[in-house]
């Protein structure tokens, strides 16, 4: 079980299993926060502390909040406005080096198309 944490140690995430592919989303916001996402149902995630410390921002058509650390500002998750959407975001980038030189890096176009472009 991976487990990851903000660059201060104030939010632990772990997840069940480590990604076999991460996202580098080229949108506004992820391009900005160099963010690596791995997509897992929230019932896959678990928070120490629950729920996490952190700071949200939404923008755009408010369907997801985006989180980052209360301390250190380091960005953790998204999650999804609709408790019925089964899918969120966790930024790779806090877990173990390790856990990242196994997965596939896809990119993803979010600025424009919507559609990976290493396909």
Known sequence: MPELTCH???VH???E???AEV???NCSICRRTGTLMAYYSPRQVRFTPAPPQTDT???GDKSIVFHRCKVCGCHTHWSAV?????RMGVNMR???PDVLTKARVRRFD???TWKFLDE
Do not use: F, K, N, Q
């Open 8 to 10: 201060c140690g104030a």
């Open 13 to 15: 995430i772990e997840v």
């Open 17 to 19: 299993t480590a990604p």
């Open 23 to 25: 996202t580098s989303c």
């Open 57 to 59: 921002y939404m923008w």
């Open 82 to 86: 609709d408790p019925a959407y089964d």
């Open 94 to 96: 806090l877990a173990d």
């Open 110 to 112: 979010g600025a424009d």
